[in-house]
């Protein structure tokens, strides 16, 4: 004699409810809601009875109590809205003190922002613009529960219809409970936190995130649904361990950025349909990434809380894919020969023999000198026309002198420290005259190239070698 209770199940979607209602709340379909009753038998099994049920719904019935299954995002329950964005500081501060700390306390340690690009995506993609009609999209995440993913939502001002919540870890019942929706898209976030039963291993573990990544991409193929999922990189820069992942994907993209900065960077490192040479550029705001029109000026915007001149600072003019930017390099030489130096963001070998040429033919005592060297704004600078600011910015540091504010550097450097020209030299100068720079210290040869343009207010100054450039700059 056990417990008899009543439920509803939807003989379209297999969602379980506990009440009566016209629709079904996860797949909307009206009049789809069949009741049944349910009696615990006592050892742990079920029995069920009611109207005549399709072996679907059977299944669906006989699943254990209280399983989720995903859920519309409007039908989300939002509860309290926790602050997940900055607490702002206005009152008798005015906007002073919130401006200070960048826009207002931020609670907790932000992540780079990859469940908002993911969540804002998964909504993009649903909505079908440009397909002109909406298809489901379910949003799997193993981080967080549907009520903060709801308040997300809100935050983002993101309510689409189509848009289906999953919190599960459980790789199988995922692929089983979507099947029916045929979603247009799958979100995983992130591979860490989901598993495979079959597999040994806890969630997170190389042997998981290597299987369960390898069962989405079976299931991207069998089903033709594109599969997108997250992950973060360990500190050696990859996913989980070696590099396997990225052979088992098509596409990966790292989302780049500093925590003290609002600004991000998405990059291809793997495009099987595309260029591995593109970054796209967002600022991060309230209601998520937007896309940065003009790049070249936010990375350069943190300027105005430094002071005019720095010691050890060059700015270089690099092209990535189709955009110009415009990078920082830092760098700190220390007298010291037993502390190795760092770099980063930039190749070992190209700084080895830049450091190699301004011992030799610039003369500069480097020898038991620690050199440190790094890429503001988190983007490798792999251009050879990069060579000539790490070698100011190394001389800068070196001489403890400054390098005057407007100064940008273009120019490869050879093996005895000559100075080559770079391709696209008129779109290097012209950008850098856009962004307010006064002069640019180029090779020799590239005078040629430039003769015949003017750039608004920018003296160009052509040098021979690393001597030269030391003579002109210091
Ligand atoms: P989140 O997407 O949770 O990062 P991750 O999944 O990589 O850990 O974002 C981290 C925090 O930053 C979170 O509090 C939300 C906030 N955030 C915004 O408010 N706006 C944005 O545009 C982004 C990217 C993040
Ligand atoms: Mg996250």
């Known amino acids: 004699k056990g417990k008899k209770r009543r439920c509803w199940v939807c003989s379209n979607c297999g969602y379980t409810d506990g009440q009566r209602r016209g629709s079904c ?22 029995k069920v009875t009611g109207c005549e049920a399709s072996e679907k719904v059977r299944t669906w019935l006989l699943q254990r109590d209280g399983e989720v299954r995903p859920l519309r995002l409007t039908d989300v329950n939002r509860g309290l809205n926790p602050s997940e964005w900055r607490i702002p500081l206005y009152g008798p501060f005015g906007e002073e003190v919130s401006r200070v700390l960048g826009g207002g306390l931020m609670p907790g340690d932000p992540g780079v922002g990859k469940s908002t690009l993911l969540l804002q995506m998964a909504a993009i993609i649903a909505e079908g613009y440009d397909l002109g009609r909406t298809a489901p999209v379910v949003y799997v995440s193993g981080e967080e529960s549907v009520e903060q993913i709801g308040s997300r939502a809100d935050r983002l001002s993101i309510g689409t219809e189509e848009l289906y919540l999953y919190p599960s870890t459980d790789i199988e019942d995922t692929l089983e409970k979507i099947r029916v929706l045929s979603p247009r898209a799958l979100i995983v976030d992130s591979i860490q936190t989901v598993y495979l039963k079959r597999v040994a291993g806890s969630a997170g573990g ?110 270089a003019v690099v092209i990535d894919g189709s955009q110009t930017l415009l990078l920082k390099i830092q760098a700190l030489c220390l007298p010291s020969s037993t502390i190795p130096g760092h770099v980063n963001g930039i190749q070992g070998r190209r700084t080895e023999m830049i450091i190699v040429a301004l011992l030799q033919q610039a003369g500069l005592k480097l020898q038991g000198t620690a050199i440190f060297l790094n890429v503001l704004s988190g983007v490798k600078l792999t251009e050879t026309a990069g060579d000539l600011a790490i070698a100011a910015a190394i001389c800068s540091s070196f001489l403890e002198l400054p390098i005057p504010y407007g100064v940008a550097f273009i120019g490869e450097i050879g093996p005895s420290g000559e100075l ?7 779109e290097r100068v012209h950008t850098a005259a856009k962004l307010g720079y006064k002069m640019c210290i180029v090779a020799r040869s590239a005078e040629k190239v430039l003769a015949n343009s003017a750039f608004d207010g920018m003296v160009i100054i052509g040098c021979q070698n690393l001597k030269e450039v030391i003579n002109t700059v210091f």
């Open 25 to 46: 709340r996860s797949c909307r379909s009206s009049g789809t809601m069949q009741q049944f009753t349910r009696e615990e038998n006592g050892c742990g099994s079920e």
């Open 206 to 315: 190389l042997s998981q995130v290597k299987e369960c990544t390898l069962a989405l991409a079976h299931f991207a193929k069998k089903t033709n649904i594109p599969v997108i999922m997250s992950g973060h990189r360990t500190k050696s820069g990859e996913i989980a361990g070696p590099g396997d992942l990225k052979y088992i994907v098509d596409v990966v993209l790292l989302l780049k950025g500093d925590k003290y900065s609002t600004h991000r960077l998405l990059q291809s490192t793997k495009n099987r349909f595309g260029s591995t040479d593109e970054v796209g550029v967002f600022e991060m705001s309230q209601s998520g990434l937007e896309a940065v029109l003009n790049p070249s000026e936010i990375l350069l915007s943190e300027e105005h809380y430094e002071s005019e001149v720095m010691v050890g600072q060059a700015v």
């Open 420 to 426: 080559h020209v770079v391709p696209r030299m008129k």
